[in-house]
């Protein structure tokens, strides 16, 4: 009988427990205090307000968890939850739909956001991201758009000939480049301010946060505003966790999500400023340059990594540059 009546008060204390918080794996690549910390920062808070103590969400930076490629593979298997990852994804699942990646194509930020996100060739990107790597898109989020910076004026194509330039090894950056008249230097990130003092490289390229990180000031003179590429962050999910949520969780997750991207690319935008304020406060030179002749000059090699992309691409990157225009 006290057994009966010992397991029946164990069954009720049970019962009074409250259920665990399930928990939300987010990752990212970038090292904290930047746009994208930011915007995780923001999803946190965001689902607390939104599904209360039902959920908690972890923040994963700086690759603790594992590369980029690596943590694709963990939402694929369900393993892991959520992720505002890089674009390697387009370029793995459907890099015939993959335009954002081809530098000189989408202008603005707008444009990008368009055809990401409106435009039939952005959802079909989607919907094969869902099929070949078990993704659910929730956005994209604002990276800086890239420059180049260099150690002598850069105001026409004309004066990139023969300039050694590091690229990062990606082939259809370094055709697009190769094509403008660089001679392009693959070599880690970490070692382009060695480079740069040695005389091994004379340019780069990438976004503002990369010449003030680096303290660039200190071997380079001029920052050319080609506005070349944007290549954005992406909000997505294991379609294998998605799939067991309810649709009350799911409208408030993408909900937060939505959110905090805009914050992360208002964040981005904020520091963007920063840098380059910063960057003309230690003595680099802003040269503004027409784009439309190095594209016009790039041209053979945009075509190139143009030619084996869908036909809705073309159509629907116009209609992105008119929309974000408007």
């Known amino acids: 009988m006290r057994r009966a009546t010992l397991a029946a008060a164990v069954t009720v204390g049970l019962g009074t427990l409250p259920a665990a918080a399930e928990t939300i ?8 205090g930047g746009s994208e910390e930011a915007a995780l920062q923001k999803f946190q808070e965001l689902i607390g307000e939104k599904l209360g103590d039902d959920f908690e969400v972890n923040i994963y930076l ?55 996100m409106e435009t039939e060739s952005g959802q079909k990107m989607q919907e094969i991201a869902r099929e070949k790597g078990n993704l659910v898109y929730l956005g994209p989020q604002k990276r800086a758009f890239r420059h180049m910076t260099a150690n002598k004026p850069i105001k026409t194509p004309e004066d990139l000939e023969g300039l050694p330039m590091r690229m990062p090894k990606i082939p259809v950056w370094i055709d697009v480049w190769e094509e403008l008249g660089i001679q392009a230097v693959v070599i880690p990130s970490s070692d382009i301010y060695l480079a740069m003092r040695t005389g091994q490289v004379e340019a780069h390229e990438n976004s503002l946060a990369s010449p003030y990180t680096r303290q660039m000031w200190e071997v380079q003179d001029y920052i050319i505003e080609t506005s070349h590429l944007s290549f954005p962050w992406h909000w997505v999910a294991s379609a294998q966790w998605w799939d067991g949520l309810t649709e009350e969780q799911r409208t408030a997750i993408s909900e937060a999500a939505e959110e905090a991207r805009q914050h992360g690319t208002q964040v981005e935008n904020e520091k963007d400023e920063f840098y380059r304020e910063a960057l003309i406060e230690k ?44």
Do not use: C
């Not at 794996?25 to 904290?32: K, Y």
């Not at 994804?89 to 956001?113: C, D, R």
């Not at 003595?283 to 992309?309: C, H, L, N, T, W």
């Open 62 to 116: 700086n690759s603790q968890l594992g590369s980029e490629a690596e943590v694709l593979e963990l939402l694929n298997i369900g393993q892991t939850q959520m992720a505002l990852t890089g674009g390697a994804f387009m370029g793995q699942y459907a890099p015939e739909y993959n335009a954002v990646s081809v530098p000189f194509v989408l202008p603005n930020w707008g444009a990008v956001e368009h055809y990401i």
């Open 25 to 32: 794996e987010i990752h990212n690549t970038m090292s904290t």
């Open 283 to 326: 003595g680099m030179e802003f040269i503004e340059v027409d784009q439309a002749p190095f594209r016009e000059k790039a041209a053979p090699a945009i075509e190139r990594a143009m030619s084996g992309m869908a036909d809705t691409v073309q159509p629907d990157i116009e209609a992105s540059i008119e929309a974000a225009s408007e």
